[in-house]
T-cell receptor, first 111, second 117 residues
């Protein structure tokens, strides 16, 4: 079965730097990958969606890439701020229905 | 954007009792909603897909008689945890698919923290 793997180690970076989070999938290429932000005790909030035939997608300070050869998506936050500290979830779906989530990577941006 | 509301946000109950969690799409109609549960520092695990006007589809390993799902209208799905036990304590989150310009996005509720004593 398809597995979504995210680095479970927390990522600590300094304010102003670029944070890069990794999401790998194990089997078939999903139709699209999505990235969500989750704060403690809250539901996930949608950030970006990238389709299988797209290499890169941007939204303000966020950038997502999709490499079907490496079976990997990278999520970048440029000019990071302490308010960006949260857990970031990668999820995949083929049919547009339910999502299969990774465990998430915790990001801590320090001043 | 689309808003999904869950209620209650927190509930504490005694072992053996039943708890109902509501999930509402506030400004759009959702023919399909999804119920997830999340344990601390773990991923969201899909429990079931709730379909308006028909039976829910449960994921493998999820007891349908224990987690009753009702999707009676296009804006409301409910999850009832029957005869709750301490191991049912978890964070339950519902979501609904966007429509129109937000099709493909999943909008999540704020989650419901269930603690069974």
């Amino acid at each position: 079965s398809q597995k979504i793997e995210q680095n479970s180690e927390a990522l600590n970076i300094q304010e102003g730097k670029t944070a890069t989070l990794t999401c790998n999938y194990t089997n078939y290429s999903p139709a699209y990958l999505q990235w969500y932000r989750q704060d403690p005790g809250r539901g996930p909030v949608f950030l970006l969606l990238i389709r299988e035939n797209e290499k890169e997608k941007r939204k303000e300070r966020l950038k997502v890439t999709f490499d079907t050869t490496l079976k990997q998506s990278l999520f970048h936050i440029t000019a990071s701020q302490p308010a960006d500290s949260a857990t970031y979830l990668c999820a995949q779906s083929n049919s547009g229905y339910a999502l299969n989530f990774g465990k998430g990577t915790s990001l801590l941006v320090t001043p | 954007g689309a808003v999904v509301s869950q209620h209650p946000s927190r509930v504490i109950c005694k072992s053996g009792t039943s708890v109902k969690i509501e999930c509402r799409s506030l400004d759009f109609q959702a023919t399909t909603m999804f119920w997830y549960r999340q344990f601390p520092k773990k991923s969201l695990m899909l429990m079931a897909t709730s379909n308006e006007g028909s039976k829910a589809t449960y994921e493998q390993g999820v007891e349908k008689d224990k987690f009753l799902i009702n999707h009676a209208s296009l804006t409301l799905s409910t999850l009832t945890v029957t005869s709750a036990h301490p191991e049912d304590s978890s964070f339950y989150i519902c979501s609904a698919r966007g429509t129109g310009s937000t099709a493909g996005e999943l909008f999540f509720g704020e989650g419901s923290r269930l603690t069974v004593l």
